[in-house]
């Protein structure tokens, strides 16, 4: 499983399911599960910015800029418009 992540720590498949559930600190998921992570924790804490880091563990870049992508169309107009009320 690590090896698929592209991550040199080894760490079992239960602790990596710890580490990205709904009110963790990881953001992994699909667009609709970071959406809703996002304005989760929005409302708890009220920030005005998310920072992600697409790039761990070596990732192929097709891979990162997938994710760039999603982020900008699928995650961000709804962030900003939730937001924005």
Do not use: C, W
């Amino acid at each position: 499983m690590n090896k698929q992540r592209g991550m040199l720590n080894r760490i079992s498949e239960n602790d990596f399911e710890q580490m990205t559930t709904a009110d963790s600190a990881l953001f992994v998921g699909s667009p609709e599960f970071i959406i809703e992570k996002i304005l989760t924790q929005y409302e708890l804490f009220g920030h005005k910015r998310v920072m992600f880091q697409l790039d761990i563990g070596g990732q192929p870049f097709e891979q990162v800029v997938k994710g760039i992508e999603l982020l900008a169309t699928k995650v961000a107009p709804v962030i900003r418009k939730e937001t924005s009320k």
